[in-house]
Every structure is written in C-alpha cells, then in structure tokens.
C-alpha cells in the first residue's frame, strides 16, 4: 500500500485524497489551516454564516459524477435547488432578471432584439456541443504531450470549438444589443480574460450558466465542502489540520516525506494542492522546481479580488440572491484588470444575498450580503483602500436598490490581495488561478507532475483543467487516476 500525501485540502486536494483512498492508497490530506475547503471555507459571525470564496453553483452534472463514482448522490451530503430567476444584472438604465426557464429566456432575449431567440438557440447548441466535447475529451486528461487530445471526435469538431477565434467576435456577430452581449461576455471577467482575448471555446461557460442553471446548496458553498470531507473520510483518508508544510524532503531526486512543525511525515508520493508556485518556491530547493520565477512572471493571471462580508440588521428590498452590477463600463473595468493593472476607476461588482433563498445564514430578519470587485494580482492592498471602495459600492447599491444600507451594518469583514497570500500562499494574491487563455490552455499549463522530483505530483487551478469548482474536482480526479497508474496499491 503506497503512502500518500496530499497537500491542501481545497477542492482538489480533497477530490485527489478521496480518488486515490478509494483505489487502495494509504492518504494524509495536510491543511495549514483549521478546518477542510481553502478558498471555500466558511466562518460565522453574530448570527450570520459567510462563505469565504466560491459562491456560484454551476455545472452540477459534474457534482453528481464526482459522487457517483463513489456509489454515492449529492442529496447524501447537500440538498440542492435550482435558483429562479438564476441572477439579476443592473445595467445603467435598468435591472434584467435572467430566468431559469427556456421559453422564458428565448422571450426574455426576444424583447430586446428582434430574432435574438432563434440565435440564441443556435448559439446555445453550439455551446452544448463545445461543453460535452470539452469535458469528455479535453479536461480530463492529465495534458503532459498534445498527443493525448488526437482522437477522432476532437479532430472531427477542432473547427466547430472555435478554439482559435475570441468569444467576443462570436457573440458580437449573433447579437447586436448590448445587454445581450454584456449577458454572453460577463463569465468572461472570472476566465481572466476579456473577451476579444478569450476562446471562443469558453462559450460552453454560457451553456452551463442559461442551459445547465444556477443552483445553491441549503447551508451554502461549504456543504460541498462538508459532504465532500465526509466522503473522504469513509473511503478512509486521514486529515491533519493545523499542518502546515515547510519542505519537501527531496533526496537526490525523489521525496521522502514533507517536514510539518518540524516532524517527518514519511510518504511514497506527494500532490500539492496547494500554490503551484509556494510549494515550487518555498517547500524545495532551487534545483528541484520545475518552473522558473521567469517563468511564473510571465503567466496571465485570473483576477483577485476584493471581498466583503456584510451583515445587515433588516431585508435589503431590491436584490436576488445572485446580483451583477454592469451600471459601469465592462472594458474599462477589464482593461484595468488586464492591460493595465491598477485598482478600478468604476468598478463592476458582484453581490450576493444568499439569506434571500437560505434562513439559515442569517438571524431571522436580516441580511448576509456577499460583495466581490474582480481587481488585479499584484497590487498594493491596504485598508484604507479597502474602505475607499466599500463606501463607492455602498453608493452605488443603495441608489439602485433605493435601501439604506450602511446605517444597518452590524457586521463588516473584508478580505484581498494581502489575505489570499497570507491564508492562501496565492501567487500575487490571485484568487481564481491562471487566465483561461489560448496559451494557458491543456498541456501550455504547468503540468500535474514536477520535471525534477519523481514522485511529486500538483493539482488544483494552477495546473489543469484550471480554475473554478468543477475543474478543480476534475483534477483531482485526473492526477489520481495518473498516478494510481505508476504506485502499487
């Protein structure tokens, strides 16, 4: 039986842990910090529970897969519900409710332009199309040669993904409203990207936000976490928390074991969770990274962010639980965040309100508001920033919701750039991993397995697929099952 152990306990580390226990490894999953999720872990605070990171439910074919591998559903560990209307977007005239309906959505496209509806039907097949080829032919590969992708259904329908074409110019040449396009384009702002500089390919995000819907776990994000921590622990992996990692033992070219609060924890083979680049650059030595500091220099990163946990002393009449506010320009939001990184003239911002669909995350009566500014890695954080913004956003929301909202604070919690390196070890106090562009994409990722230690292995948004919950269940999927391949059970 081989001895693993797994680093980071994020929603890869815990879908890698939980593969490789069910295929007979011995695994130790080691967390820095106190409880299991990394970016999606929760905390509460005066009543109100707030998960820290993801709080978007998308693509829940692939929740459903992960647990059925297991012989298990996700209603064993979460009870899930499709949200209706999915999202609200305030644009700078008025608010658009995106309905979870088709006919609804088709009606609701045909409002604003004429013919739209049949576009948009054949824009969304399209997108099914590139969604199912992606999944069942691209992201679950371990991406170590272009070799692995030449198969006949990839080659048959390389054109059709439209990898070497901008999602921009797809959806700027089937629709001509630009609330349509501002709909289509906004899941490129969490890709890391603009959409003149993203695959078309990525308008599978769109069949899974119209087609496949928005959902919610009762509890929120961190019942995944939860069920997912469960699960590992009855295919029989061990967790140590508190455990933070401060070397990988490397003898000649192969790890002994990771040392954790000065101990020796003996392993057969290790997957990193954690950063790519902390664990090449702070847990070995210099002769034993795979990737130069160069190099990582050069990445195109996904966007930080800039969050803040808000709790309200009342109901804040004009919000869904999911809300974009697009009342300011998209491309010198994204261009800000891209081609010249600096902090946001006028921010686009995401609230949620997720006491709106769930009473348990907030006292009876109140409000749990989640607020996210996408802003670029790398930038100076301080809190005097941080209050700038928040009083900008609270302007803006309060004028669009007509509700008072800063005199019923009772509760406030940021967090950015500083927090994602010091709880995170992020790369540039990144939050959402490596941009999802043509050069960032498959096998141009920095790869599952080191080039200098044999039995070093990595997953999570840093490698592939990539960033976001699903993909990051993926991965640990696909390094456990490559791995599994070398290491007797």
Known sequence: MSKVAVIGSGFAGLSTATFLAHQGHEVTVFEKNSTAGGRARSFSENGFTFDMGPSWYWMPDIFERYFGLFGKKVEDYYNLIRLDPSYRIFFPDDEVDIPAGKQELYD?????????????EKFLKEAEFKYNIGINNLVHKPSLSPFEFINSEVISGVFRMQVFSSIGSHIHKNFKHPKLRSILEFPCLFLGGTPENTPALYSLMNYADLHLGTWYPMGGMVKIVEGMEKLAVEQGVSFKFDSPVKELVVDKDEISGVRINKELEEADFVVSGADYHHTETQL????????????WNRQVMAPSALIYYLGIDKKVDGLLHHNLFFDE????????LYDNPRWPSKPLFYACAPSKTDPHVAPEGKENIFILVPVAPGLKDSKEIRDKYLEVILDRMENRTSSNIRDHIVYKKSFSINDFKSEYNSFKGNAYGLANTLRQTAFLKPRIKSKKVKNLYYTGQLTVPGPGVPPALISGEVVANYVNKIYDV
């Open 108 to 120: 609701l496209f045909e409002s604003l332009e004429a013919g739209s509806a049949k576009k948009l």
């Open 284 to 295: 070995l030595d210099s002769s034993h990274r795979s990737y130069s500091e160069k190099f």
């Open 329 to 336: 320009d998209f491309k010198d939001h994204a261009k800000e």
